[in-house]
């Protein structure tokens, strides 16, 4: 089962697929390739380490955006893709691009979506005194952070949090979530059903 990555910067969420492909966690799958927007983004180094391909793409350098999501498109053909991944990827998907892999790409966004779709989504939880954070990992459909919900996980806020600490416990969650709504999709549990996340309860 082959993955493509895509990002734009650290790469945690990348390093969480590679160790759960190599521990079997995530059986029979493989990253098959990374694709990066930005050239110095430090997931292209912890790709390159563990011996997988990398492309990148640098959106700057298309006259629009439908023009760089062909050419993002032409490169995961290219790799092959049975899922995409969006970790850490801050670009805006076009329409064209998002229904060409719907259903099978997914995004992981740091908040308890419905809430605190786009930006600064730590900081916004922290503001509105809310007791709970968290991630979401979602189909990507045309709607911004807005896709059918697949796998949350929630963490207290603790008096004293700030916008760096909850990232960190957050995105502790987010590297066991991201690759577990892999393994459903790998094991062919998971799916795009009008619109919904539907899982397959067989185990
Ligand atoms: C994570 O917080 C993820 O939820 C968001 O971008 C960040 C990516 O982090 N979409 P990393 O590059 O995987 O470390």
Known sequence: ?????????????????IDACESKALPNTEVSAVISNK???????RAQQAGIAT??????????????DCALKNK????????????GFMRILTPGFVRHYLGRLINIHPSLLPKYP????????????????????HFVTEELDGGPPIIQAKIPIFD?????TLAERVLSKEHTIYPLAAKWFAEGRLSLQNSKAVLDDKN
Not at 39 to 45: P, Q, S, V
Not at 76 to 87: K, R, S, T, Y
């Open 1 to 17: 089962y082959k993955l493509v990555i895509l990002l734009s910067g650290s790469g945690s969420n990348l390093q969480a697929f």
């Open 39 to 45: 050239t110095d983004a430090f997931g292209l180094i």
């Open 55 to 68: 492309a990148c793409i640098n959106h700057k350098e298309f006259a629009s955006r439908e023009d760089f």
């Open 76 to 87: 995961i053909d290219e790799f092959g893709a049975d899922l995409v991944i969006l970790a």
């Open 118 to 137: 786009g930006l600064h989504t730590h900081q916004r939880a922290l503001d509105a005194g809310d007791t709970e954070a968290g991630a979401t990992v």
């Open 160 to 164: 004293g949090d700030d916008a760096a």
